[in-house]
């Protein structure tokens, strides 16, 4: 699976957009990006995924440039519940499991 | 919709001892997977099951073992506890093992801590 590098943290004001980055400069052509997220104390939540084309569901939008080497989580107003560990993944075809980074700790300030 | 559920939440063991813990998968979803998850760092694969046998394991030793059952449940066994199994355990369930068009929904895990 490609390595994926994201910034340790940020900081986003309370209704404002949060714009998470993501590098996976070496990911194949067949491999999905992943979001989750991790509240405290709490397991991962599936947030979305694609594949090449820009996605959008009711928690967020996922912007996956052309040549599939980065890509952006938007959540398009943060709320302080959206405080969170923001983990960025790329999944093989073949594979069966997820690797994890340390993700971005998002804080949304008030 | 049921999502996945895992027991206990908590646990205290000492060293040496064996613990098993459970998972309950999302409702229609027959894969399960297990991760490792230390303080401050992100969740590792441990193995993951599907259809009653084991379908592809991280860098665990053996003595990380596991079973899924007809219902799809599953438990991950850990014999010999040592200070640095002391973590959050995470099962993780999906409609499909392999598929990397469908996520895998995690259950709030159990944590272990080793004294």
């Known amino acids: 699976d490609a390595k994926t590098t994201q910034p340790t943290s940020m900081d986003c004001a309370e209704g404002r957009a949060a714009n998470l980055p993501c590098n996976h400069s070496t990911i194949s052509g067949n491999e999905y990006v992943y979001w989750y997220r991790q509240i405290h104390s709490q397991g991962p939540q599936y947030i979305i995924h694609g594949l090449k084309n820009n996605e959008t569901n009711e928690m967020a939008s996922l912007i996956i440039t052309e040549d599939r080497k980065s890509s952006t989580l938007i959540l398009p107003h943060a709320t302080l519940r959206d405080t969170a560990v923001y983990y960025c993944i790329v999944r093989a075809n073949t594979g069966n499991q997820f690797y994890f980074g340390t993700g971005t700790s998002l804080t949304v300030i008030p | 919709e049921t999502g996945v559920t895992q027991s206990p939440t908590h646990l205290i063991k000492t060293r040496g001892q064996q613990v098993t813990l459970r998972c309950s998968s999302q409702?229609?979803?027959?894969?399960v997977s297990w991760y490792q998850q230390a303080l401050g760092q992100g969740p590792q694969f441990i193995f993951q099951y599907y259809r009653e046998e084991e379908n592809g394991r991280g860098n665990f030793p053996p003595r990380f073992s596991g079973l899924q059952f007809p219902n799809y449940s599953s438990e991950l066994n850990v014999n010999a506890l040592e200070l640095d199994d002391s973590a959050l355990y995470l099962c993780?369930?999906?409609?499909?093992?392999?598929?990397?068009?469908?996520?895998?929904?995690f259950g709030d895990g159990t944590r272990l801590s080793i004294l």
């Open positions: 993780a369930s999906s409609s499909t093992p392999g598929s990397s068009n469908q996520p895998q929904h």
């Open positions: 409702s229609g979803h027959n894969t």
